[in-house]
């Protein structure tokens, strides 16, 4: 299952052939036929709750459905899927036009305007732009000061980034970028040569306030520190607020990097920082864990052709890539906390080093995605840890992007063709392919 290996170093290479990974082409089929009209509850009566809370959303509803059967669509691998991304998408939009959302990437209108651009940029060719009531509304968001609200990529200042940068000929979106930065700027804490940022008590659900009543430093990407990294290094890339956004970004890595685990420890970093509690080892996932971090600094390290922070950020994927599976904490196989999040990473890293390490990484992580497929249970054989009632967790047939199938297809997807997956762009994942930078 090697890829060809005199392909261009400039562009996607398939990490799978089709004729050799036959379930994992055939579980692509299953989610398919799954998401091509996708319903709250399935043939056994268990129910999405995600997906019937927001089922507009990029997140867990039908703009990241939309996502999946675009880049589908794009692939060839099943093709007639290119309506029924548009009719997700659409439905999205004509949601978010009739009723109340918040703002955020993941949940609110900012992420379904992601996905409709992202879509548009794949798929049609349109000169209309549906995102300029969009566009203005984060703008007026994001000039509140003082924030009081997320930093993070999930929910707050960096998902809004996200969704800007997806924007670049906008002027409204790149002021936006702009204010985000400040915002960033204005809820830093500073020492001599580092910035981080602080989650106070009341931005943590109760599960995470009994644990730690006075707050954290949040260590993951979904969350945390990591992902304001990634995106201050495509906003230095942009040159938008260039000279503030490398500032912090130097002085966030410098943070980062002093948090690294004693060598004994199972990870290179925690999960949190919280005042009076020990650090200890975290599981290896996207959302919290090494291969998350590892991805978001080498992402900042291509954006700012910085070798020195590539070297870091290699050092900890490697040290990842052979982490013993059996303390990993993998337990399913979403993309948020599950094994097809690390094959997609190690993928994501392979494309861009070359450095089999990680296509076999990948590869492994992939074998371990079909594993936890059961047909017959849940969405397409798949079912992953979510939210229950009173902030319990129990495994749901999840239908959306970031715990259920519509992520786990793309993973698949980007491992069977040469289709950049930049839908990554939103998990933080996305690392240039090109050569190796030399600053």
């Not at 890829?3 to 050799?20: F, Y």
């Not at 991304?85 to 992420?111: C, K």
């Not at 906008?170 to 204010?179: D, F, G, M, N, V």
Request: hydrophobic content about 40%; aromatic content about 8%; glycine content about 8%.
């Amino acid at each position: 299952m090697k890829p060809n290996q005199n392909a261009a170093l400039h562009c996607w290479t398939p990490l799978l052939d089709k004729d050799q990974a036959p379930g994992l082409l055939h579980s692509l089929t299953e989610i398919t036929e799954v998401l091509r009209n996708p319903v709250e509850k399935n043939q056994n009566g268990e129910i999405d709750n995600d997906f019937q809370a927001q089922s507009f959303s990029l997140g867990s509803g039908a703009a990241g459905i939309a996502v999946f059967l675009a880049y589908l669509e794009s692939s060839g691998l099943i093709p007639g899927v290119r309506q029924a991304a548009f009719d997700r998408m659409n439905r999205a939009i004509e949601t978010v036009a009739s009723q109340y959302t918040g703002p955020s990437l993941y949940s609110g209108f900012a992420g379904v305007g992601w996905a409709a651009e992202h879509i548009t940029k794949l798929l049609a060719d349109s000169s209309d732009d549906p995102n300029i009531e969009i566009d203005s509304a984060i703008q007026q968001y994001v000039s509140l000061s003082p924030w009081k609200e997320d930093y993070d990529l999930i929910s707050g200042l960096v998902g809004l980034g996200i969704y800007c940068l997806e924007r670049p000929g906008s002027p409204t979106a790149t002021h936006s970028l702009e204010l985000i930065v400040e915002r960033l700027y204005e809820l830093a804490e500073f020492s001599e040569d580092t910035a981080t940022w602080f989650t106070p008590p009341k931005l943590l659900i109760r599960m995470q306030t009994d644990r730690y009543p006075d707050g954290f430093h949040n260590l993951g990407v979904a969350h945390g520190v990591p992902g304001v990294i990634a995106l201050l290094g495509r906003i230095c890339a942009s040159g938008t607020a260039r000279d503030k956004a490398a500032s912090l970004l130097e002085r966030a890595i410098a943070w980062l990097l002093k948090q690294r685990l004693p060598a004994s420890a199972n990870s290179s970093f925690a999960d949190v920082i919280a005042p009076n509690h020990p650090s200890t080892a975290c599981r290896l996932a996207w959302c919290y864990g090494d291969a998350g971090i590892a991805a978001a600094l080498l992402l900042a390290a291509r954006c700012t052709e910085t070798k020195s922070w590539e070297e870091e950020a290699l050092a900890i994927a490697q040290r990842a890539a052979r982490r013993d599976p059996a303390t990993s904490g993998i337990t399913d196989a979403c993309v948020c906390h599950g094994s097809a999040g690390l094959a997609h990473i190690f993928n994501r890293i392979y494309q861009a080093t070359h450095d089999e390490l990680f296509a076999d990484t990948a590869r492994y992580w992939l074998d371990r995605t079909l594993q936890f497929r059961e047909p017959g249970k849940g969405a397409a054989g798949y079912l992953t840890w979510g939210m229950g009632e009173n902030e319990s967790t129990e495994l749901q047939p999840k239908l959306g992007l970031i715990q259920g199938i519509a992520g786990i297809g793309l993973t698949l997807v980007a491992a069977f063709s040469d289709v950049e997956p930049s839908w990554d762009r939103v998990f933080q994942m996305d690392v240039p392919i090109g050569p190796h930078l030399q600053k």
